[in-house]
């Protein structure tokens, strides 16, 4: 084999390596996007629910395996927690959310996709900014964490 056929082949197999990886970062890019809307949706419509009735079985049924177990293994404290934060009131807004998904490729354990997001609340007697993590379960977004910091807790 000649200088001039090692050369040719090694053009093809850098084109055809560059045209594998651009695929793939255009499938990346393009699906990261669509993560980034689908947990965004649901952080805005199942965050409220919760901060409107405090209610531990309305966590519940929104949260990932790993929550649940998390919150059922600690029941009475949440229940404080949430008795402590129902004094804020009504819920009167929940603003928009900032945050994005994420997209771990791990050897041996397959793809985990999360989403991080923190938004401000407004209720009747004070504030707090939730933040939370979702984790991506069976195709569906569940809550991997439940966060509300407020000034409530200083009282």
């Known amino acids: 084999m000649g200088v001039k056929s090692a050369l040719i082949i090694a053009g093809i197999v850098v084109a055809v390596t560059a045209v594998v990886l651009g695929v793939y970062v255009g499938y990346a890019v393009y699906e990261g996007h669509q993560l980034d809307l689908s947990s965004k949706r649901y952080t805005q419509k199942n965050v409220p629910p919760i901060l409107s009735s405090w209610s531990k079985e309305e966590l519940l049924e929104r949260s990932s395996k790993p929550l649940r177990k998390v919150v059922e293994a600690h029941s009475a404290q949440v229940d404080r927690l949430f008795q402590k934060l129902s004094q804020l009131g009504g819920l009167k807004s929940f603003g928009d959310v900032k945050g994005q998904a994420n997209i771990a490729y ?11 997001y923190v938004g401000n609340a407004k209720f009747e007697h004070g504030e707090g900014t939730v933040k939370i993590r979702l984790l991506r379960e069976a195709g569906e977004w569940k809550f991997l ?7 409530i807790f200083l009282q």
């Open 106 to 116: 791990r050897l041996g354990r397959g793809t985990v996709v999360t989403a991080s």
């Open 145 to 151: 964490m439940f966060r509300v910091n407020s000034p």
